[in-house]
């Protein structure tokens, strides 16, 4: 079981070795001088609260009731629940944001894992490409869709000449495998030099004396991928995985913009029908419905993967950056 | 920079240099697919429209133009980068001016009540901005405000606060209790102390935080898209949505649109790479 020591001898090992040490006799000395009263944080917390968290209780609030947007809300009791549990077009979209999840993950995790653990070299030309790689990150969501719905044009985009190279018929947003799959691609060619980074800096904590331990035990390449690298960074593909999944639950832009949830109702995922439901057809207390369920869904699912892969466990996270 | 045992180099490497081959042509094909759609992008935009629709899109454009560009500069999108520009340069005011002190107090104070409020926040990473658009729809409409450039920077400056104070306490957390000390004796009270000390040396923390908090207002979409309804108001990002329908056939015009939403971004980016990649990789770095 190396894994389960594995945060220990990163906090032991890695760059922690600063304040550290320093820190906790002076946490005895409560009343030290020159130490700021909570109250400093009460600002940043009001507001915060105000447009963060009031609101989230607020959509909980609104998903009891019926509200078209201009009169006031009132209270259904559990009407829009019953009716989203009902709704076969929730229920597509459910299935369609789950396979969209899964989708992206599958493509983002390992594509992004080999190129962060590429990437942590030291060589110049890593550094280089790296920023190149970079490149999509910059771009808003929107452009991106724009971007990519005009390279996606049958009539005269890219893939009219690329796809049939390798079998793509260029109509590809008007199937409907091919939009969610389009879709999936799209999220991860932007976001896909997040993770890298992360899997980079995940990379680079793994202390050298291993894979020189493995080193002289024999292991070759492939081996310190599998027995060194993959069981250091856990915690790393936890954190890029509960991202993944939270990002891809929340995928709405790229939406709105290439498909419009089409062709029918084949990428209408989650968000996208929440929007459609709520600032569409003006049913802004089913749309709150809609969005409860989509955080609670989103928040039990990372809190699922932080306790699986007893992430938890860890405290004080980013020491030692 | 940590630099390396030299004696420990050999060993280390030379396994890596193995397995090479393999990561590089991966790297290259994953470069394809990264640049290949930003080339076309170029492309496109300095192609002239009746050719645009005839050509190969991955031939260079036989006869490069910038009209695209003059007809975009012409379609109002000035009116669109200042009002985007208003709504970064505030989201990043706002967020600084409230997450430092949030921060300092989260690494100063070890009471029960700033554990709390860091709590807070922790959890704050987890509301997805999709969630409250309904609820943040009634209370900016009730705060008189739908329709302004406040009713996008507010919420998105709230939405880049969570990883703010996150970034900014790890920043302060590498700061020495002597120094404190030392300026304690020196009979400093706490805001010289967080002025003197603590936000010159979490620099770094606070720039990668501005430049992020600036990217994500840049960049924000759905806030503006719910909350805001008029032309005079409308920012970068929903000015190409709309765009795309009125340019109709006129793709060329469009990705010149793309191309000059992102200018400043790129530029931002090449003076302050390091401070973005970093705070990234610090994410995952646990």
Known sequence: MTTVTTPLEKQRTGAAAGPRPRRRPAAGRRRAPGRPSAAWALPGLVFFALFAVVPMGLAVYLSFTSWDGLTSPTPVGFDNWTRLFGDPEFLQAARLSALLTVISWLFQTPVALLLGVWAAGRQRNRAVLSAVFFLPLLLSTTAISVLFHALLDPNFGVVKEIGPWFGIDPNILGSSTGALLTIAFVGGWQFMPFHTLIYQGGMRQIPQVLYQAAAIDGAGPVRQFFSITLPQLRNTITTSSVLMVVGSLTYFDTVLIMTKGGPGTDTTIVPYLMYRAGFQSYDLGYASAVATALVVVATGLSLLMVRFSGFGAMRSTREGM | ?286
């Not at chain 2, 260079?60 to 999108?77: E, K, M």
């Not at chain 2, 967080?194 to 606070?206: D, K, Y």
């Not at chain 2, 649109?257 to 790479?273: E, H």
């Open chain 2, 1 to 286: 920079m940590s630099a390396h045992p030299t004696a420990a180099r050999p060993a280390a490497r030379r396994p890596r240099r193995l397995g090479n081959p393999l990561a590089g042509a991966g790297a290259l094909v994953w470069l394809v697919v990264v640049l290949l759609p930003l080339y076309t992008l170029i492309s496109s935009s300095l192609t002239r429209q009746d050719q645009a629709l005839s050509g190969n899109p991955l031939a260079p454009p036989a006869d490069p133009t910038l009209d695209n560009y003059g007809f975009v500069l012409d379609s109002g999108f000035l009116t669109l980068m200042g009002n985007t520009a208003v709504v970064a340069v505030a989201t990043v005011a706002l967020v600084l001016v409230l997450s430092v002190p949030v921060a300092y107090v989260a690494v100063r104070t070890r009471s029960a009540a700033s554990m709390a409020v860091f709590r807070t926040f922790l959890l704050g990473v987890a509301i997805p901005a999709q969630a409250v658009v309904v609820p943040l729809y009634l209370l900016i409409a009730k705060m008189g405000m739908y329709d302004t450039l406040l009713a996008v920077i507010l919420p998105t400056a709230a939405f880049a606060m969570p990883v703010a104070v996150l970034v900014l306490t790890s920043a302060m957390r590498d700061i020495s209790e002597e120094l404190y000390e030392a300026m304690a004796l020196d009979g400093a009270r706490p805001l010289r102390m967080l002025w003197q000390l603590t936000v010159p040396m979490s620099r770094a923390g606070i720039s990668t935080v501005g430049i992020f908090s600036a990217l994500q207002a840049w960049n924000g979409f759905l806030f503006p898209l719910i909350l805001t309804q008029s032309e005079e108001q409308r920012v970068l990002t929903l000015g190409l949505f709309t765009f795309m329908g009125q340019f109709g056939l006129n793709v060329p015009a469009l990705l010149a649109a793309v191309v000059l939403s992102v200018v400043p971004v790129f530029t931002v980016y090449l003076f302050a790479r390091r401070a973005l990649t970093n705070g990234l990789m610090g994410v995952g770095g646990k």
